[in-house]
Each structure stands twice: as structure tokens, then as C-alpha cells.
């Protein structure tokens, strides 16, 4: 609304200029999803505290969590709403289907909590939760094909000349990326802000990315492909300062958790950021961490299943180093270093060609 209204006002004032650029409003919605985060977050606390407390699995002392609100994804859906739709350009789909993806991936994992909270299963049956996934998933991708057009080709990192055009299959490849994003931060959302400190240099890992992608200039000059992501950038900066303000709250000892509400859509919505800038492989990369506890419950269960003894002493891995005997703080600490180094990295391999 801001963005619009100042294509009218710049006619009576020059200033108002500042807000087509594109790092403006993204620092602008960072900074404005923060500060709705910190008004709005101790009041949702008081109000959500009751009905919708955690109730946590008897072990490793979390029983101490109990009545902690578990739909925190809510205030950072609603909060992320709010600033893009006071700073992001209404026009460009790209913002559109980012609020679409992280709606619907949100209600999936609204309807997986209360089943938890208030049913008499523990959330919605594994393959029931997929299925919905996967028409989530598919709703995008199809939209994003018919609205935009993107190129087909999966462009490889290290290679210039590498980027095999994979057709239809681009549809399946996409939906695989959102799914498979969308679980793994849902797996890593174990601890006091472990989720939160993960995701946070990883999404801004990606704003950069869909900003430069979107620059014509800045994407030649890297020799990666040009794509209409910069607006993404703006929605790269909403996420942000709703996760810097919920790690406020989120941080040990948690005074609210994501739930998978918030888990599931924050993934999903990190995912299509990494398709839409065609930079979908680095994301494992820049993800690591989120790659490293998939992996730890894959090895896990097919050791089990093939020899009856697990590699871990729990699966995700942030459970193995409780049981090893490391403080939340130490885990949550450690394991967001290696997230910040992983961005790091990812951002260095856009050179590397």
C-alpha cells in the first residue's frame, strides 16, 4: 500500500522516490515485521497461553514447555502479511504466490496442531499430511507456470554452460523442493530456538540471492541466470524481521514455538524463493543444517529397519546431543554457527563458475 501510494505522492515530493528501491523496502519490512513482532508478541502470548499450551512428549525434562503457546507461525503469518502488504509491490505475482505457498503450507500445519492439542491422535496421519502437501505444492507450482512462465532449465553450481532443460518435469523437480524444504525445517523445530537461528541467515542468505538474480547487471556480471525475483527480496526482509522478533520470544527458555503452522510455511515459502531465483541447488547448501537432520531420521530408521540398532541415540540429531548430555543453549548455539557458515559458503559459490 505504501509502495502504491507513493507513485502518487512522488509527483508533490521527490522523497517518496526512495521507496521503488528495492533494498529500501526490503530493510523497511524487516525492520517493520520486527518492531509488530515485539508490540503484538507478548499480547498473543498472554491470550494463547491457555488453550493453545504446548504439550510436550515426557522426556529429556521437556515437560517444563507445558503451556507454552505452540502456534506462533500464526503471528509470524499474519505479521508477514501485514508488511508486504504495506511495502511489497501488489502488482508482481512473485509476492502473491509467496503468500499463497506459506497460507497454504500454514493451514496444513494449523490442522496437524490442533489434531495434537485438542484430537485424540498425535496431529494428522503421516500420509494424510503428505497428500495435503503435495496439492499445496502442486496449486503453486501450476499457478506460478501459468502466471509467469519461468524457464525450465535447473542451472548447477561450479558450471556456466551446465543447466539441462528438464521440460514438464520442472513440476515435479519444483514440488519435490517444496515438500522436501518444508519437512526438513518442520524436523529441526525441536528445540528452543534451534529452528529459528537456522532459518534466519538462510532466508536472508536467499533475499540477497533473488535480489541479485533480479538485477540484470549484478546477474551477468556473476554469470548466474536472470530471473524476476528481486520483489522477493522484499518478502526475503518480511520473513526476516518476523523471525529476528519471534527468536525474541522464541529463545531458551521459549515463551511460544512455531508449532508446524510456522515450520511448514516458512519452508515452503524459502523453497519457492530458491526456485524462483533458479538457485533451487545451492539451497541444500546454504540449508545444511536442515540437510543433516533429514538425514540423521532417514539413517536412523533404515538402520533400524535393517538391523534392528540405531546409529543415533535419537533422531532429529538435536535430540542425540540432548541425550549426550549439551545444554539447549550449547545445541541451538553450535548448530546456528554451522547454518551461518553453510550461507556463507553459498553465497561464496555464486562466484565460483
Avoid at 263 to 271: D, H, I, M, V
Avoid at 311 to 326: N, Q, S, T
Amino acid at each position: 500500500m505504501l509502495y502504491h501510494l507513493s507513485l502518487w505522492l512522488r509527483d508533490y515530493c521527490s522523497v517518496f522516490n526512495v521507496m521503488h528501491y528495492i533494498t529500501f523496502r526490503a530493510s523497511a519490512a524487516l525492520l517493520t515485521a520486527l518492531a509488530l513482532m515485539l508490540i503484538v508478541g507478548p499480547r498473543f502470548i498472554a491470550k494463547t497461553a491457555q488453550r493453545f499450551g504446548c504439550k510436550p512428549r515426557p522426556f529429556l525434562g521437556h515437560n517444563i514447555k507445558e503451556n507454552v503457546p505452540t502456534i506462533g507461525g500464526v503471528l509470524v503469518l499474519g505479521v508477514v502479511w501485514v508488511t508486504l502488504l504495506l511495502w511489497g509491490n501488489l502488482t508482481n505475482p512473485v509476492l502473491w504466490l509467496m503468500l499463497i505457498i506459506t497460507t497454504l503450507f500454514g493451514s496444513i500445519g494449523f490442522l496437524d496442531d490442533w489434531r495434537k492439542l485438542f484430537g485424540k491422535r498425535d496431529g494428522i496421519l503421516a500420509g494424510s499430511k503428505l497428500l495435503l502437501q503435495l496439492l499445496a505444492a502442486t496449486v503453486v507450482v501450476l499457478l506460478w507456470l501459468w502466471l509467469m512462465h519461468p524457464d525450465t532449465r535447473v542451472w548447477v553450481p561450479f558450471f556456466k554452460n551446465i543447466h539441462p532443460d528438464i521440460g514438464l518435469l520442472f513440476i515435479v523437480w519444483a514440488i519435490f523442493i517444496i515438500i522436501g524444504a518444508s519437512n526438513a525445517v518442520n524436523l529441526t523445530d525441536g528445540l528452543d530456538g534451534l529452528a529459528t537461528s537456522a532459518y534466519l541467515p538462510t532466508i536472508l542468505t536467499f533475499s540477497v540471492i533473488c535480489y541479485i538474480a533480479g538485477h540484470s547487471k549484478l546477474a551477468a556480471y556473476l554469470a548466474i541466470p536472470f530471473a524476476p525475483s528481486a520483489e522477493l527480496a522484499v518478502a526475503g526482509g518480511a520473513l526476516g524481521g518476523a523471525m529476528f522478533g519471534f527468536l525474541w520470544f522464541n529463545t531458551y527458555p521459549a515463551q511460544m514455538f512455531l508449532g508446524d503452522i510456522g515450520s511448514l510455511s516458512l519452508g515452503a515459502g524459502l523453497a519457492l524463493m530458491a526456485l524462483m531465483c533458479k538457485q533451487e541447488l545451492l539451497l541444500p547448501i546454504a540449508g545444511a543444517l536442515f540437510v543433516i537432520e533429514v538425514l540423521s531420521v532417514l539413517i536412523q530408521v533404515a538402520s533400524y529397519k535393517m538391523s534392528g540398532k540405531r546409529v543415533f541415540k535419537m533422531a532429529p540429531l538435536h535430540h542425540h546431543y540432548e541425550l549426550l548430555g549439551w545444554p539447549e543453549t550449547k545445541i541451538t548455539v553450535r548448530f546456528g554457527i554451522i547454518c551461518m557458515i553453510s550461507c556463507l559458503l553459498a553465497l561464496m559459490m555464486l562466484k565460483i563458475r
